[in-house]
């Protein structure tokens, strides 16, 4: 048995408005055994004197891909499997590095490296995952050049390893119950064009009502929820009303559609961070011109997204959706939504409303008995300075995921 008192810090509970001092907090194994206004007896415990500083639940980002290491995603179709991985276990270790206890992995992750995380073989966050993205021939996740007749064998390149296509209700079915039977926490689907997708246009309306309601059955048999990628009205409406759980981007939101996916008690998972990183890099890593012209047409968008969603009552969690290279911009997203979203708000989207995304309440993304004991300490108050969330974790002096410590430099 291995026990934590940590003692001296002042405490961020999200579901506060303010941080709260003269609280210690007793972890013993993988949870937090005891929050208390007074001090706590454990004898076998060990002290961490947090010097002051805020400690508060580990982040949550509930849009990443860590397989996708190229900016240019065709390019990933020359990568095999092994680099992959080895390159999703940088990206997965930095993740961590930056204070994320636990991603939402929308497209590439699988079971195994999920495993891999959960049996402490490789460093990470907690992952949960979607398995391939699943879409139309033609749509988002349809990998190929226009040469290519084919369907590329998923064992073969990181590209075909990431996605899916299917066409009919018949098929949507299959490839759902092939998720599911991989052991996904979702599923994901395209329902409309996408920036780093080559041949499909933004508003494109891609998968059909059928289809989007035969994998939101199936989903739901299984336990399991549906999200969908989509950035304009009429696909988020589509996908509203076919019992979609979650809409991944939604640049293009308007103020009836949002209120629709309030009524439906649907989520937002904004990712703005993406866009900004792609308009101003990459280009050198192969993104072509056509993919920026569409990247330019939501990146106006997003901050707007924000305030209609808040408006109308829809949570919005965090997300970075970043790829390759880009990916250590992730807790840039933190600055980009203080301009319309207060410290807390943001804080939320990364804690209390992450944990909702992943049905995880009361474990994770909250300071509470029985909760999983991941936690960060920050050098300061982030509801006063959000930017002491962003960077490397450079003002991240202490991580905590699962009970064990992943970094620790306070003494």
Not at 133 to 162: V, Y
Not at 207 to 231: I, N, P, Q, T
């Amino acid at each position: 048995m291995s026990q934590y008192l940590f003692k001296n810090f002042g405490m961020l509970d999200p579901t506060r408005d303010e941080v709260l001092g003269d609280h210690e907090i007793l972890v013993e194994n993988q949870l937090i055994r005891e929050i208390a206004d007074r001090p706590i007896k454990a004898a076998d415990a060990a002290v961490i004197d947090c010097g002051g500083r805020t400690l508060m639940p580990g982040l949550i980002d509930c849009h990443v891909h860590v397989v996708l290491s190229e900016v240019f995603i065709r390019q990933l179709e020359n990568i095999p499997l092994t680099l992959m991985t080895a390159r999703a276990m940088q990206a997965m270790r930095s993740m961590l590095d930056r204070g994320f206890t636990t991603v939402r992995d929308t497209g590439g992750a699988d079971w195994g490296l999920k495993t891999a995380v959960d049996e402490g073989l490789i460093a990470g966050p907690r992952l949960f995952i979607a398995g391939r993205a699943i879409g139309p021939t033609g749509g988002h996740s349809d990998s190929r050049r226009r040469t290519d007749t084919a369907i590329s064998c998923p064992c073969c390149s990181a590209l075909a390893f990431s996605m899916g296509v299917a066409d009919g209700e018949t098929e949507v079915r299959k490839a759902v119950r092939e998720e599911m039977r991989q052991g996904c926490n979702h599923v994901k689907i395209m329902m409309s064009g996408g920036v780093a997708s080559p041949y499909d246009p933004l508003d494109s309306m891609q998968f059909s009502v059928g289809e989007v309601a035969a994998a939101v059955e199936e989903a739901r048999a299984f336990g399991r929820y549906v999200c969908a990628h989509a950035y304009t009205p009429e696909a988020i409406t589509r996908a509203a009303h076919a019992g979609v759980r979650t809409i991944e981007h939604g640049n293009l939101i308007d103020e009836p559609t949002a209120k629709l996916m309030a009524e439906k008690d649907m989520f937002l998972v904004a990712n703005l961070v993406a866009y900004y990183a792609m308009k101003e890099r990459a280009a050198e890593f192969g993104m072509n011109a056509e993919m920026l012209e569409k990247n330019d047409l939501v990146i106006e968008g997003g901050l707007r997204s924000l305030e209609i969603c808040k408006r109308a009552g829809v949570p919005v969690a965090y997300g970075s959706d970043l790829l390759g290279p880009l990916q250590v911009d992730q807790s840039r997203e933190f600055r980009i939504r203080s301009e319309v979203v207060s410290p807390l708000e943001i804080i939320r989207s990364a804690t209390t409303i992450a944990a909702k995304v992943l049905r995880q309440e009361g474990k994770l993304g909250c300071l509470a008995p029985g909760a999983f004991a991941d936690l960060i300490v920050v050098d300061g108050d982030p509801l006063r300075n959000i930017d002491l969330l962003g960077g490397q974790g450079d003002h991240i002096p202490l991580i905590m995921k699962d009970g064990a410590l992943h970094k620790n430099t306070l003494n």
